[in-house]
């Protein structure tokens, strides 16, 4: 008899080759600077180093998507093959946009070198190593949830909080600002309210598609990324945790956020 576990891997974890390459998921604004009732195409994008495809949105794997400003707002969107993904209407101060998934499911089998080459892509070793029981090498089974959020500005009013507490884990800037500016930068990894150490987080910047700066998390959540010019970037991190779900291993969260630095 198949057991119980093998007949449900059997039914979805399988996934090409393509989409297991795809190792970020972010939310391309066609601005992020703006002023009030101008609209704002979304693009939803998986790929690798700032470097993707559009993706249509999904309706059955959207866990939330929301216009944030002084409330909250379900983004509709365009369904089907549509490009851009969705559109908004700006408002006054800064507009944050949030897109959780649904859960994505995935098996690496035997002699699959991909978990190995996505352990050391991400730096995972830190966060599996905390939890000898769970199995680190292959076969192993995996979800993972992608979880991305973009920040649109108008106005000159400054702002110094963007936690939005939308998503299970996200990416804060440090400090005020209105126009971001070239330089370093602080950012936060929270989970929950609460910042989270020892997760490799990179930034990718969009002219080059190339990693410009990376670090861990320290104790305080907080790495310190080099933004050297006027640029689009993209921050990225992997978390990955046992999975409370007996038909997995592991449960991995893909935090992103895309904004532009302008001076």
């Known amino acids: 008899m198949i057991p119980a576990r093998s007949l449900a891997l059997s039914a ?3 996934m090409s080759s393509s989409q297991i390459a795809a190792h970020e998921f972010w ?12 609209t ?3 693009t939803l994008k998986v ?4 470097r993707g495809s559009a993706q249509p949105l999904l309706p059955g794997e959207v866990e939330r998507f929301v216009h944030l400003t002084d409330k909250s707002k379900t983004i509709d969107g365009l369904l089907g093959d549509s490009r851009p993904a969705a559109r908004i209407t700006m408002a006054g101060g800064l507009n944050q946009i949030i897109h959780l998934t649904t859960p994505y499911s995935i098996r690496f089998g035997e002699h699959d070198k991909r978990w190995a080459n996505y352990i050391e892509l991400d730096g995972l070793d830190r966060q599996i190593n905390q939890y000898p029981d769970i199995p680190n090498t292959v076969p192993v089974t995996e979800r993972y949830v992608r979880c991305a959020k973009s920040l649109i500005k108008t106005g000159n009013q400054p702002v110094s909080d963007s936690l939005s507490s939308e998503m299970p884990f ?11 500016g070239s330089g370093q930068r602080v950012i936060t990894l929270f989970e929950g309210q609460n ?4 997760v490799l987080i990179k930034a990718f910047r969009y002219n080059d598609r190339v990693v410009i700066s990376e670090a861990y998390s320290d104790a305080n959540g907080q790495v310190r990324l080099d933004l050297p010019t006027a640029d689009r970037y993209l ?7 046992p999975d409370d779900d007996p038909n997995y291993d592991w449960i991995s969260y893909w935090p992103s956020i895309t904004f532009e630095v302008i001076n």
């Open 47 to 50: 790929g690798e180093t700032f």
């Open 27 to 38: 939310i391309e604004a066609s601005k992020h600077y703006g002023n009030p009732d101008e």
């Open 195 to 198: 910042p989270l150490e020892n």
């Open 40 to 42: 704002v195409a979304l």
């Open 12 to 14: 979805g974890l399988l």
């Open 170 to 180: 996200e990416f804060v800037l440090g400090g005020s600002w209105n126009r971001l």
């Open 235 to 241: 921050i990225s991190g992997v978390v990955i945790r």
